[in-house]
């Protein structure tokens, strides 16, 4: 279930991709690379956003 009427994500998709732009945040300070953080966050996105369009056409 989406935690809003207006997002795909639900609340633990939403703890996890805050957590993981604090880390990507941790890691530019330090001047590391963030590609794969940042395919973690977008990923999830896009998993939440094909599952709320899959459950719409029903």
Known sequence: MPAT???ALTWGEIAR?????AQIQRRRARGKGTARLEKQADDIVAKAEAREKARKRK
């Open 5 to 7: 009427n207006h997002d």
């Open 17 to 21: 991709v805050v957590a993981i732009g």
